[in-house]
């Protein structure tokens, strides 16, 4: 029983972080409501990352057909063979290169840290010190992204709705109704109704920078 209250208070602190997170992190995002990130070098240099990172999270998504959050052999096999024109056993060997922790699935970060590591390759195989902790930066903030992402998330459809965000906030925060719906244009960057992941992760790295931590 202790034992069990231990979780759960853990699970509790877990979710009251997320939550504290998630109301600085939108509320920084406010001020300006570009949703513009600012990297700790060149522009191009970061929106190079970015790119990297939609891309990564794209594969994934497209991978992951059983919307588990996690690639096993089968899939990621599956995607390798419509999409490449690899044999199987390099489809294998990628497999096993990518799955750093060796248990069998892939996670949406390690995908993220391979599509790095390649474009690390394409540049001859060296970053600078300065680029390899934006990298560091970028995937630490995605990673708390989407723990707030994956639990506004309710129907598992990959974008949160209107109706999913305004659910969360109302249980979790005292936002009133017009707060609540000035935030959610505020993250909605393109305004097609929908916030994507890439959206909260932006919100996150801008809160970062302007010094709220993002974590």
Not at 62 to 85: C, I, K, P, W
Request: glycine letters at 10%; proline letters at 0%.
């Amino acid at each position: 029983q202790q034992a069990n209250r231990g979780m759960r208070h853990s699970h509790m602190s877990q979710d009251q972080g997320m939550r504290h997170n998630l109301t600085s992190s939108i509320h920084s995002s406010a001020i300006s409501r570009d949703g513009a990130s600012h990297a700790s070098y060149g522009s191009n240099g970061s929106q190079e990352i970015m790119e990297t990172l939609r891309s990564a999270d794209a594969m994934f998504d497209l991978a992951d057909t059983s919307g588990d959050g996690v690639l096993n052999q089968e899939e990621f096999e599956f995607y390798m063979r419509e999409h490449t024109n690899h044999d199987d056993n390099h489809i294998l060997e990628c497999f096993l290169m990518i799955d750093k922790d060796g248990n069998g699935n892939i996670t949406r970060d390690e995908v993220r840290l391979a599509y790095l590591s390649k474009r690390k390759g394409n540049k001859g195989g060296k970053v600078s010190e300065k680029v390899k902790s934006f990298e560091d930066e970028m995937r630490e903030v995605s990673r708390d992204a989407d723990a707030l992402f994956d639990k506004v998330d309710f129907d598992g459809s990959g974008a949160l709705s209107r109706k999913e965000f305004e659910l969360y906030m109302k249980r979790n925060t005292s936002h009133s109704d017009p707060v609540i719906h000035e935030l959610f244009d505020t993250m909605d960057v393109d305004h097609d109704g929908l916030i994507t992941r890439e959206e909260v992760r932006k919100v996150y790295l801008k809160n970062r920078k302007e010094g709220g931590g993002g974590g």
